[in-house]
């Protein structure tokens, strides 16, 4: 049980959080045929596609409204108008995704109100959906963004409850501390348990790192807007973190279908629950495949405790992630030292520390001086650097290392292959014992004290 | 008419700027960057500008007064180098809450440039200016000045919102800043006839540092670089320099005309970028000293430099010459880069077929079609869409442009090469040359281009999997862009 402490700093040094937009925005970039848009000041969407570049070292579409300090305060009407239209002819989208920014919100433009008036001139835009989220900068953080633009676009787009169901169709609803890898993971396991998944949103299928045959300006891939529309017809709603929840839920009644949260799938006993789930829910026993690498696993841990236990972890994530990392170390005898969150959740209280500051990378350094593994995201490098600490960049951004969209942290292979990776760096940090180590300088006064003793 | 506005007004008026001087009063008010375009605009604000143009000076604290999104979502992501500090890489910002918008962010603000002052204690702190405490209305400039006095040191207000135009716009609102609040404020230790400004040079990648050792063999001082990797007290003091180099052409032409104006301080616009631009800097900043002053020796000094500099540069390169010779180039870059940047490419026979100007002057675009002829190809604004064309089509050999079109040239599966502010390799002066020629061969030359380019198995016509020979041995090299082969596998080596 951890005390949730919130920073009462007015300036904030080093920023571990990100804004809501943006978080927004990628949850967009995980449907097809979809230009993501921020509605405010050509910065905020410059900001936003320079981290994604640098993070997934793709292309990203992204657009803006443009707001003029004028245009702000006459309000954005022509400005979505004429942003939606130049995408709409240019790239014929089938969704165009807003999120609002700070300066929208702050003026308190109607955007919805703005978007039917812009369908009313517009009539050919009747099959382009336009999903609007309300996302201000200055509330929340990332991940409250991706869980807002989720649970939005799944209100928009879902079709009522279907009379008959799909059983084998299965809504997952991933948390943005997921992967790329992660979701190929997850869909590979589910389908070997014979279900038919549908990701919202699916980033594997977008910013997994291919090469498409041609130029596109919009997402190129993810879930289709098809494929969301049917959702009626799932059996199953399964949400992948805690941020999901709220979106979970809101499908799970429009469709009329049961819910199941994982707040975590990183260490034996919550896989030793999905694997039972998945039994349960689709009638399979668990394949081979699934047993060897539980197997796998339990040498992990077995080969990895002497390294993990009693080692101090400073860490610094965004709720779902901080919850998956701090639970699956702690399991393996890791002190959580120091933890250091952006926004609310209500899994913070349930960590296993006795506090967590929502803060930033100051309050982290200020804590982690004698711990023995850094996590967070690369923003960490300096005060890795300053305090002389192993580092293992989690999170986003990754922008100063190669492949973090296929670093795979779920399932029984990814708390496996995770183990490893802290454990090398746990070693590769080792001690080297010198001749003086344990030679002990008594001083007269103490080697008296232990003889009267 | 508010500070701001007025001062947006004065950097449209820029007489420095030939373009500027050709418009009538009217087009003049208008501003000088084109009206963005909802739903296809790309790049930067205002904030983001000015937060480029200053955050290389190293020993000040950087605070931005706004939400989250303007400093937490791209700090510490700018390549600038420091010989000192390390304080410029530390992300301070207000990230003001829903409360700070309803009822004002000033307090915080207040508190937040005290925080910064008791832990950090730097030499002054830059506070940045963003969209919503511009529109809610907090007084950036009233609370600097009254943390000034409180403190006792400079707190400068950085009055460049992002909605107010773009990151070009920015630059120049920085260097407004500078002027008004620092350059002037401080008396150098000594002055020589040597000291000089570099006005636009941000140090990425420590692009300076390939510069400075030559200008310090020839006893010039760089009393300020302005701003790459100066300390605060370098700019107060700036004001005492002979003369001025100014580098980036569009970025800061306010502060060098400026400072001719207020203390006569002469300065040409120049190119660190190619060996003839190089030389051609070197010759001028030694003309301008002379003219204000230093002995005329320094000029036989400077081209006896210059010959040995240039001898040694061609040596380095010519071993690549010919490989790169004839290769087309596609250049997406802006400003001072898109002229200076085809020079030297010239100089070691690549030819450009096509460059960006979206970000250059009218005299920039001049001097491009002085190098590149009057059927140059230059584009306004070349759709990522066409960059792709290009490429794919292969029209040229090459892309150089910056980090966020790199993808354009590289899912062409075509060389790319970064010369934006993000690049990790410096380029500037004769080393510099040598070294993007070096990077250059590198990514034309990459093995890798023959494999990637090759078709997949299941994707050659001809290809059925009873056609399938698996025990013969794959023929041929990787190197070979024939299309794949209709069978066989790849043995290990």
Redesign the interface.
């Given at each position: 049980m951890a005390t949730v402490r919130h920073g009462k700093?007015?300036?904030?040094?080093?920023?571990l959080?990100?804004?809501q937009?943006?978080g927004g925005a990628l949850a967009f970039m995980g449907l097809a045929s979809t230009m993501p848009?921020l509605h405010?000041?050509?910065?905020?969407?410059?900001?936003?596609?320079?981290?994604f570049?640098?993070h997934f070292?793709?292309?990203i579409p992204l657009?803006?409204?443009?707001?003029?300090?004028v245009?702000?305060?006459l309000g954005g009407f022509?400005?979505?108008e004429?942003?939606?239209?130049?995408?709409y002819t240019?790239s014929r989208p089938e969704i165009i995704g807003m999120c609002s920014?700070?300066?929208t919100e702050?003026?308190g433009d109607d955007v919805e109100g703005y978007l039917t008036l812009t369908r009313k001139r517009h009539p050919e835009l009747a099959d382009t959906s336009l999903i609007y989220v309300s996302t201000?900068?200055?509330?929340g953080?990332f991940q409250d963004g991706w869980a807002a633009t989720v649970k939005r676009i799944l209100e928009v787009l879902v079709e009522p409850a279907a009379p008959v169901k799909e059983l084998r169709k299965v809504a997952v609803l991933p948390g943005c501390h997921l992967t790329v890898a992660d979701i190929e993971e997850l869909r590979e396991t589910l389908e070997d348990f014979g279900l038919d998944p549908v990701f919202v949103p699916d980033l594997s299928g977008s910013l997994d790192g291919h090469?498409?045959e041609d130029?596109s300006?919009t997402t190129i891939g993810g879930t289709t807007r098809a494929d969301i529309r049917a959702l009626g017809s799932a059996g199953l709603v399964l949400a992948l973190g805690e941020q999901m929840r709220p979106a979970a839920e809101w499908l799970g009644s429009h469709i009329n279908s049961p819910v199941r949260v994982f707040d975590r799938l990183l260490g034996l006993g919550v896989n030793d629950a999905f694997m039972a789930l998945l039994v349960e829910y689709s009638g399979q026993p668990v394949p081979l495949k699934y047993r060897r690498q539980r197997s796998q696993l339990v040498d992990a841990m077995l080969d990895g405790h002497f390294y993990t236990g009693g080692s101090r972890l400073a860490i610094g994530a965004e709720p779902d992630l901080l919850h998956s990392v701090a639970h699956f170390l702690s399991e393996l005898g890791f002190e959580i030292a120091a933890a250091v969150t952006t926004t609310d959740s209500p899994l913070l209280a349930d960590l296993p520390c006795a506090e967590v500051l929502i803060g930033d990378l100051e309050d982290l350094e200020a804590q982690a001086n004698d711990c023995d593994l850094l996590i967070t995201h690369a923003?960490g490098r300096?005060m890795a650097a300053r305090l002389h600490l192993p580092f293992l960049r989690m999170g986003l951004p990754i922008?100063d290392r190669l492949g973090a969209a296929h670093r795979l942290a779920v399932g029984y292979r990814g708390s496996r292959d995770l183990i490893f990776e802290v454990a090398n760096l746990l070693i590769a940090n080792g001690h080297e014992p010198e001749p003086d180590e344990w030679r002990q300088t008594h001083a007269p006064e103490a080697s008296a004290a232990i003889a009267i003793a | 008419m508010s500070s701001l506005s007025s001062t947006v007004q004065d950097v449209f008026n820029e007489p420095g700027c030939g373009k500027n001087q050709g418009k009538s009063e009217k087009e003049r008010k208008k501003g000088c960057t084109k009206q963005l375009q909802p739903g296809a605009a790309a790049g930067g604000c205002a904030f983001d500008g000015a937060k480029i143009a200053l955050q290389p000076v190293t020993d000040v604290a950087h605070l931005v007064h706004g939400p989250i999104a303007c400093e937490g979502n791209g700090w510490d992501n700018r390549g600038a180098k420091s010989s000192g500090s390390m304080l410029y890489r530390t992300g301070f910002t207000t990230d003001i809450n829903e409360t700070d918008v309803i009822f004002g962010g000033e307090k915080r603000l207040f508190k937040a440039i005290r925080e910064v002052i008791e832990k950090y204690d730097p030499p002054a702190v830059f506070v940045y200016q963003t969209c919503i405490p511009a529109l809610t209305g907090d007084d950036i400039d009233a609370v600097c000045k009254a943390a000034r006095e409180r403190f006792g040191k400079p707190v400068i207000p950085i009055n460049a919102p992002g909605f107010v135009g773009s990151k070009n716009l920015g630059n120049k609102l920085a260097g407004e800043a500078l002027l008004e609040h620092v350059i002037g404020t401080e008396e150098p230790e000594y002055t020589t006839p040597y000291d000089i400004n570099i006005i636009g040079e941000y140090n990425l990648s420590g692009e300076l540092w390939q510069i400075k050792p030559l200008l310090d063999e020839l006893g010039i001082r760089i009393l300020a670089c302005i701003s790459g990797d100066a300390r605060y007290s370098e700019i107060a003091q700036a004001h005492r320099a002979r003369a001025a180099m100014m580098v980036c052409s569009k970025a800061m032409i306010n502060v060098a005309r400026k400072m001719e104006e207020r203390y006569g301080i002469p300065f040409f616009e120049g190119s660190f970028y190619g060996i003839g631009d190089m030389s051609e800097s070197l010759r001028e900043i030694a003309r301008l000293l002379i003219e204000r002053g230093a002995d005329a020796e320094l000029m036989t000094r400077t081209e006896a430099l210059i010959t040995r500099e240039e001898a040694a540069a061609w040596e380095a390169i010519m071993p690549y010459k010919a490989a790169l010779d004839g290769k087309r180039v596609l250049l997406i870059t802006g400003g001072v880069k898109s002229w200076s940047v085809v020079a030297a490419l010239q100089e070691i026979g690549m030819e450009v077929v096509g460059t960006s100007t979206k970000k250059s002057t009218a005299e920039d675009k001049q001097r491009l079609k002085e190098i590149m002829g009057e059927d140059a190809h230059m584009f306004d604004e070349l759709a990522p869409r066409e960059m792709y064309k290009i490429l794919k089509e292969a029209r040229a050999d090459i892309m150089l442009s910056g980090g966020r079109s790199q993808f354009v040239a590289l899912k062409a599966k075509m060389p790319w090469m970064d010369v934006n502010q993000e690049k990790h390799h410096a380029y500037a002066g004769y080393v510099g040359m040598v070294a993007m020629v070096k990077e250059m061969h590198k990514a034309l030359f990459s093995p890798i281009w023959a494999q990637v380019r090759m078709a997949a198995p299941w994707e050659s016509q001809a290809l059925t999997l009873d056609s399938l020979d698996l025990d013969r041995p794959i023929a041929g090299t990787p190197a070979s862009v024939a299309p794949a082969p209709t069978g066989g596998r790849v043995e290990a080596a």
């Open positions: 700093k007015a300036c904030t040094v080093n920023p959080k990100m804004s937009p943006v848009i405010g000041s050509q910065g905020c969407t410059a900001f936003g596609m320079v981290l570049v640098r070292k793709e292309s657009q803006t409204t443009a707001m003029s300090e245009a702000t305060v022509d400005n979505i004429q942003a939606v239209m130049n995408i240019k920014t700070g300066l702050t003026k201000p900068d200055f509330k953080a090469v498409p130029f300006p923003h300096q922008f | -």
